[in-house]
């Protein structure tokens, strides 16, 4: 059974930093393509970053863009978001994603992935 667990959330000042995390379990880790989503209150859930299978190619959300970091460790089978300079806008429930298919492309599609996680709230005051 496919697992996906998030953590490092939490309550930060505008400027600060966060990494989240996504443990991952129950298939195989290495050969998929992993993503990172948002949905703030009110509002739809958005790309925020993915990450190819060999970590070869990664793409950002223009908001994110030169601010946040995506990583993943096959070894340890967990995806990884490094938040820097986080602004009040970022406050969301974030969510990590595992694609549909192996072997994929990165892709900013919500229907890419049929694999989440529960969410870990991050909230950034001014």
């Known amino acids: 059974q496919v697992q996906l667990v998030e953590s490092g959330g939490g309550s930060v000042q505008a400027g600060g930093s966060l990494r989240l995390s996504c443990a991952a379990s129950?298939?195989?880790?290495?050969?998929?393509?992993l993503a990172w989503f948002r949905q703030a209150p009110g509002k739809e859930r958005e790309f925020v970053s993915t990450?190819?299978?060999?970590?070869?190619?990664?793409n950002y959300a223009h908001s994110v863009k030169d601010r946040f970091t995506i990583s993943r460790d096959n070894a340890k089978e967990t995806l990884y978001l490094q938040m820097n300079s986080l602004k009040p806008e970022d406050t969301a429930v974030y969510y990590c994603?595992?694609?549909?298919?192996?072997?994929?492309?990165?892709?900013?599609?919500?229907?890419?992935?049929?694999?989440w996680g529960q969410g870990t709230q991050v909230t950034v005051s001014s």
């Open positions: 990450i190819t299978w060999n970590s070869d190619n990664t």
């Open positions: 129950g298939f195989h880790f290495r050969m998929y393509t």
């Open positions: 994603a595992a694609a549909r298919f192996t072997y994929t492309g990165p892709s900013t599609a919500l229907d890419h992935y049929n694999s």
